[in-house]
Protein backbone atom coordinates (compact mmCIF):
# COMPACT_ATOMS: atom_id res chain seq x y z
CA UNK A 1 0.00 0.00 0.00
CA UNK A 2 1.60 3.53 -1.08
CA UNK A 3 1.94 6.41 1.55
CA UNK A 4 2.25 10.00 1.39
CA UNK A 5 5.56 10.63 3.33
CA UNK A 6 6.34 14.24 3.92
CA UNK A 7 9.70 16.01 4.48
CA UNK A 8 9.79 19.84 5.63
CA UNK A 9 12.90 22.02 6.32
CA UNK A 10 13.66 25.32 7.97
CA UNK A 11 17.31 26.79 8.30
CA UNK A 12 17.67 27.89 11.81
CA UNK A 13 16.30 27.68 15.21
CA UNK A 14 14.13 30.65 14.96
CA UNK A 15 11.98 29.57 12.03
CA UNK A 16 9.19 27.29 12.15
CA UNK A 17 7.97 24.42 10.98
CA UNK A 18 4.26 24.60 11.51
CA UNK A 19 3.29 26.05 7.80
CA UNK A 20 4.81 23.05 6.17
CA UNK A 21 3.63 20.24 8.73
CA UNK A 22 -0.26 21.76 8.58
CA UNK A 23 -0.17 21.77 4.65
CA UNK A 24 1.79 18.13 4.89
CA UNK A 25 -0.68 16.80 6.92
CA UNK A 26 -3.33 18.59 5.25
CA UNK A 27 -2.80 16.27 1.96
CA UNK A 28 -2.68 13.17 3.71
CA UNK A 29 1.03 12.47 4.69
CA UNK A 30 1.02 9.46 6.82
CA UNK A 31 4.21 10.16 8.45
CA UNK A 32 6.40 13.38 8.53
CA UNK A 33 10.45 14.02 8.69
CA UNK A 34 11.92 17.53 9.49
CA UNK A 35 15.19 19.29 9.61
CA UNK A 36 16.25 22.41 11.32
CA UNK A 37 19.34 23.13 8.61
CA UNK A 38 20.55 25.41 6.31
CA UNK A 39 20.09 24.08 2.71
CA UNK A 40 23.47 24.13 1.93
CA UNK A 41 24.24 21.88 5.17
CA UNK A 42 25.74 18.06 3.72
CA UNK A 43 23.67 16.15 6.36
CA UNK A 44 20.12 16.47 6.97
CA UNK A 45 19.34 13.50 8.99
CA UNK A 46 15.45 14.32 8.51
CA UNK A 47 15.94 13.69 4.82
CA UNK A 48 17.99 10.68 5.28
CA UNK A 49 15.59 8.90 7.40
CA UNK A 50 12.55 9.86 5.29
CA UNK A 51 14.56 8.63 2.08
CA UNK A 52 15.63 5.34 4.41
CA UNK A 53 11.30 5.38 4.91
CA UNK A 54 10.23 5.84 1.79
CA UNK A 55 9.59 2.59 -0.46
CA UNK A 56 8.23 1.37 -3.65
CA UNK A 57 4.78 3.03 -4.46
CA UNK A 58 5.04 5.69 -2.09
CA UNK A 59 5.27 9.06 -2.72
CA UNK A 60 7.86 11.89 -1.10
CA UNK A 61 6.31 15.26 -0.40
CA UNK A 62 7.39 18.67 0.55
CA UNK A 63 5.91 21.97 0.68
CA UNK A 64 8.22 23.83 -1.43
CA UNK A 65 11.03 22.81 -3.28
CA UNK A 66 13.34 24.88 -2.05
CA UNK A 67 13.10 22.67 1.31
CA UNK A 68 14.49 19.87 -0.52
CA UNK A 69 17.40 21.11 -2.31
CA UNK A 70 19.63 24.38 -3.02
CA UNK A 71 19.99 23.80 -7.24
CA UNK A 72 18.48 22.32 -10.01
CA UNK A 73 21.33 19.34 -10.19
CA UNK A 74 20.88 18.41 -6.81
CA UNK A 75 16.89 18.44 -7.44
CA UNK A 76 17.17 16.68 -10.44
CA UNK A 77 19.85 14.05 -9.05
CA UNK A 78 17.32 12.99 -6.02
CA UNK A 79 14.47 12.89 -8.17
CA UNK A 80 16.33 10.85 -10.11
CA UNK A 81 16.99 8.46 -7.33
CA UNK A 82 13.83 8.42 -6.11
CA UNK A 83 12.30 7.07 -9.65
CA UNK A 84 14.98 4.88 -9.85
CA UNK A 85 13.44 3.38 -6.67
CA UNK A 86 9.66 3.17 -7.80
CA UNK A 87 9.25 6.62 -5.82
CA UNK A 88 7.01 9.67 -6.71
CA UNK A 89 8.17 13.37 -5.93
CA UNK A 90 5.40 16.06 -5.26
CA UNK A 91 5.85 19.33 -4.33
CA UNK A 92 2.36 21.15 -3.12
CA UNK A 93 3.04 25.05 -3.99
CA UNK A 94 5.29 24.80 -6.49
CA UNK A 95 2.46 22.52 -8.23
CA UNK A 96 5.06 19.50 -9.44
CA UNK A 97 3.83 15.69 -9.29
CA UNK A 98 6.08 13.08 -11.03
CA UNK A 99 3.07 10.70 -10.92
CA UNK A 100 1.32 12.87 -13.89
CA UNK A 101 2.80 13.41 -17.36
CA UNK A 102 3.11 17.32 -16.79
CA UNK A 103 5.26 16.61 -13.48
CA UNK A 104 7.21 14.49 -15.13
CA UNK A 105 7.54 16.83 -18.53
CA UNK A 106 8.48 19.54 -15.77
CA UNK A 107 11.63 17.56 -14.05
CA UNK A 108 12.93 16.63 -17.97
CA UNK A 109 13.05 20.21 -18.67
CA UNK A 110 15.05 20.69 -15.36
CA UNK A 111 17.35 17.71 -15.88
CA UNK A 112 18.09 19.49 -19.23
CA UNK A 113 18.72 22.79 -18.13
CA UNK A 114 20.92 20.95 -15.25
CA UNK A 115 22.59 18.71 -17.85
CA UNK A 116 23.40 22.35 -20.03
CA UNK A 117 24.87 24.01 -17.46
CA UNK A 118 27.15 21.26 -16.53
CA UNK A 119 28.38 21.29 -20.24
CA UNK A 120 29.00 25.42 -20.00
CA UNK A 121 31.18 24.80 -17.20
CA UNK A 122 33.14 22.17 -18.91
CA UNK A 123 33.69 23.82 -21.71
CA UNK A 124 34.59 27.65 -19.85
CA UNK A 125 36.95 25.38 -18.27
CA UNK A 126 38.39 24.09 -20.98
CA UNK A 127 38.95 27.22 -22.35
CA UNK A 128 40.30 29.10 -19.69
CA UNK A 129 42.83 26.41 -19.21
CA UNK A 130 43.67 26.81 -22.61
CA UNK A 131 44.15 30.44 -22.56
CA UNK A 132 46.07 29.42 -19.77
CA UNK A 133 48.64 27.41 -21.02
CA UNK A 134 48.59 29.70 -24.31
CA UNK A 135 50.09 32.45 -21.78
CA UNK A 136 52.58 30.14 -20.62
CA UNK A 137 51.03 29.00 -17.58
CA UNK A 138 51.04 24.95 -16.63
CA UNK A 139 48.25 23.70 -14.06
CA UNK A 140 49.06 21.85 -10.83
CA UNK A 141 50.91 22.79 -7.95
CA UNK A 142 54.18 24.18 -7.79
CA UNK A 143 56.99 21.31 -7.97
CA UNK A 144 59.00 21.25 -4.15
CA UNK A 145 61.86 20.69 -6.25
CA UNK A 146 63.27 23.70 -8.10
CA UNK A 147 66.00 24.08 -10.55
CA UNK A 148 68.66 25.04 -7.60
CA UNK A 149 67.13 22.05 -5.46
CA UNK A 150 67.20 19.77 -8.35
CA UNK A 151 71.37 20.47 -8.67
CA UNK A 152 71.68 20.10 -5.29
CA UNK A 153 70.15 16.68 -5.21
CA UNK A 154 72.26 15.71 -8.74
CA UNK A 155 75.86 16.86 -6.58
CA UNK A 156 74.41 14.99 -3.76
CA UNK A 157 74.24 11.90 -5.93
CA UNK A 158 77.12 12.04 -7.77
CA UNK A 159 78.79 12.36 -4.89
CA UNK A 160 77.38 9.24 -3.73
CA UNK A 161 74.80 9.94 -1.23
CA UNK A 162 71.79 7.70 -1.02
CA UNK A 163 68.70 8.63 -3.16
CA UNK A 164 66.46 8.00 0.22
CA UNK A 165 69.05 10.53 1.86
CA UNK A 166 69.15 13.38 -0.33
CA UNK A 167 65.41 13.00 -0.50
CA UNK A 168 65.11 13.21 3.14
CA UNK A 169 67.30 16.56 3.20
CA UNK A 170 65.38 18.10 0.24
CA UNK A 171 61.84 17.28 2.22
CA UNK A 172 60.46 15.21 -0.81
CA UNK A 173 59.39 12.00 -1.37
CA UNK A 174 62.05 9.07 -3.15
CA UNK A 175 59.64 9.23 -5.75
CA UNK A 176 59.35 12.63 -6.48
CA UNK A 177 63.08 12.94 -6.40
CA UNK A 178 63.32 10.19 -9.08
CA UNK A 179 60.19 11.79 -10.97
CA UNK A 180 62.16 14.99 -10.89
CA UNK A 181 65.21 13.92 -12.35
CA UNK A 182 64.54 11.84 -15.15
CA UNK A 183 62.36 14.91 -16.53
Not at 45 to 70: N, P, Q, S
Not at 147 to 168: M, S
Request: proline share 1%; charged share 30%.
Amino acid sequence: MSMLIGYARVSTDEQNLDLQTDALTKVGCERLFSDQVSGAAAVKTGLDEALAYLREGDTLVVWKLDRLGRTVKGLVELVDLLKGRGIQFRSLTDGIDTSTPAGRFFFHMMAALAEMERDLIRERTTAGLAAARARGRKGGRKSKLDEAKLDAARKLLTAGTPAVDVAKTLGVGRATLYRRLSG
